[in-house]
């Protein structure tokens, strides 16, 4: 069965960096769309960043810049390296695979998630 675990949230100040990992298992990793969202307390889930089977990647706007996705194939891990952090970018953060799909369309027909790792950024 497909399961995703993060690690690496924690509590930082403003400015400070972290990054997440998340371990996948149980489908074909490298071959399927990955992605990591994030939910603010009292807000609806956003996707922060996509990474294809290609590679190729995409972000919201409001981590352009301060935010990179990357992954391992041969370790089966999708990071978050997160720079220039903001009280904003508190929440609880989500590792997404949408098994099925090499490309990120958005739709998300198969979606599997992780239970979640917390970002606390402190002013």
């Known amino acids: 069965r497909v399961q995703l675990v993060e690690s690496g949230g924690g509590s930082v100040q403003s400015g400070g960096s972290l990054r997440l990992s998340c371990v996948a298992s149980g489908y074909g990793f490298r071959d399927f769309c990955m992605a990591w969202f994030r939910q603010a307390p009292g807000k609806a889930r956003e996707e922060v960043a996509t990474i294809d089977s290609a590679g190729d990647t995409g972000y919201a706007d409001s981590v352009k810049g301060r935010f990179t996705i990357s992954k391992d194939d041969a370790k089966s891990t999708l990071y978050l390296q997160m720079n220039a952090l903001k009280p904003d970018d508190t929440g609880m953060y989500y590792c997404?695979?949408?098994?099925?799909?090499?490309?990120?369309?958005?739709?998300?027909?198969?979606?599997?998630w992780g239970r979640g790792t917390p970002v606390a950024v402190s002013s």
């Open positions: 997404a695979a949408d098994v099925g799909f090499a490309r990120c369309t958005g739709r998300w027909v198969n979606r599997y």
